[in-house]
Nanobody
Framework: QVQLVESGGGLVQPGGSLRLSCVAS????????MSWYRQAPGKERELVAG???????DYADSVKGRFTISRDDAKNTMYLQMNSLKPEDTAVYYC??????????????WGQGTLVTVSS
């Protein structure tokens, strides 16, 4: 009924940049917020950045000044611009959306995850 499609992951050298995209599609009535999470092997999934459709943005301390989250309301799309990447940024990055379907069902939906590897 509702899907999140992610793209943009890959292999990059330290100091490089990547841009992740997440498109929400399906029977969506409204989106309250979208977020990026990441999970490294053996570690808990952590919030990287989030944005509400009211325009509020939040970042994890570890990525402030390097990552930028943005959105396109008309296309239900979220982006994460990642600059000055470090090896510790290596993780599977997941898109998350808090939304309401056309049937007025409140859902939290996860994407499939995209791997970001930062290595020389």
């Amino acid at each position: 009924q509702v899907q999140l499609v992610e793209s943009g992951g890959g292999l990059v050298q330290p100091g490089g940049s990547l841009r992740l995209s997440c498109v929400a599609s399906g029977s969506i009535f409204s989106i309250n917020a979208m977020s990026w999470y990441r999970q490294a092997p053996g570690k808990e999934r952590e919030l990287v950045a989030g944005i509400t459709w009211g325009g509020s943005r939040d970042y994890a301390d570890s990525v402030k000044g390097r990552f930028t989250i943005s959105r396109d309301d008309a296309k239900n799309t979220m982006y994460l611009q990642m600059n000055s990447l470090k090896p510790e940024d290596t993780a599977v990055y997941y898109c998350n959306a808090d939304l309401v379907t056309m049937l007025r069902r409140h859902l939290q939906v996860w994407g499939q995850g995209t791997l970001v590897t930062v290595s020389s």
